[in-house]
């Protein structure tokens, strides 16, 4: 197992690339496609630079300011970790699930919501607030803290020995 000093280490990498990705002056991915393709590169899956899969979760998904898009693109690598590393489909479900409702419960926690338009106060389908939002410079700051939060908690699966105690952990809980 990664000590502590390992999984801090592999959190702090997995945070720099997310602001490589997120902070760009371009700023070509939203918070669901930074997320997914900075938790595929540090799980190993493949082709951890192809964003596609994430790009209609951002803004709540389809700007929609449902579930915040770090935490929808986080989910379809964990999804995709889980079936990489679990035989069996209906366990895989389950670990999966378990770990991005502990996510979100985490998220909820240091953020107060989940919800995208909650978390960032604008209606990015209503007239101008796409634009205005992006003139705000909020996701810098907010959306930026958001996607630290999601990757800082779910960046240590990468290690097979905590992915291993966290799905143990999982198991026994629904063993009962």
Avoid at 119 to 141: C, K, M, T
Avoid at 156 to 172: F, H, K, T
């Amino acid at each position: 197992m990664t000590d502590q000093a390992g999984q801090a280490s592999l959190r702090e990498a997995a945070i720099g690339r997310a602001e490589a990705l997120y902070l760009n002056d371009a700023h070509p991915y939203g918070c669901a496609e930074t997320t997914f393709m900075t938790l595929k590169g540090v799980y190993g899956l493949a082709e951890p630079t192809d964003p596609a899969a994430a790009i209609a979760l951002n803004g709540g998904i389809g700007y929609s300011g449902g579930p915040c898009g770090a935490i929808t693109g986080a989910a379809l690598a964990v999804g995709m970790l889980a079936e990489q590393r679990i035989e069996r489909h209906d366990r895989a479900k389950l670990v999966a699930r378990e770990l991005v409702h502990g996510t979100m419960e985490a998220f909820t926690r240091e953020h107060g919501t989940v919800s995208c338009k909650e978390l960032i106060g604008y209606d990015l389908r209503a007239p101008g607030q796409h634009e205005a939002f992006v003139e705000s410079g909020l996701w810098r700051e907010a959306c930026m803290s958001q996607i630290r939060t999601v990757v800082a908690h779910l960046a240590g699966l990468a290690d097979p020995a905590a992915w291993e105690a966290a799905v143990r952990e999982i198991e026994a809980a629904h063993d009962h």
